[in-house]
């Protein structure tokens, strides 16, 4: 039995309203796969796409200790 056999099968044994859920599920994969296709398939590179953060530029001398980000009360 093929997997298309398979659902009709068991999509048969469901109560109409469930059936049409099902119905629904199936139109939405298929419009989430047509949208994916029309994706263009060219991404840039993660790297090149964090170039304009400037992550390479960070200063490591930045006190990161509680006590530098807080005031002396602890506020």
Not at 29 to 53: A, D, G, Q, V, Y
């Amino acid at each position: 039995m093929t997997l298309a056999e398979e659902i009709y099968q068991r999509v048969q044994h469901l109560p109409e309203d469930k059936a049409a859920e099902v119905l629904d599920f199936i139109g939405d994969l298929e419009i989430t796969m047509n949208r994916r296709l029309s994706i263009p398939k060219k991404r840039r590179p993660i790297l090149e796409w964090l170039k304009p953060i400037h992550v390479s530029s960070w200063d490591d001398t930045i006190d990161l200790s509680r006590e530098a980000m807080y005031d002396d009360d602890g506020c």
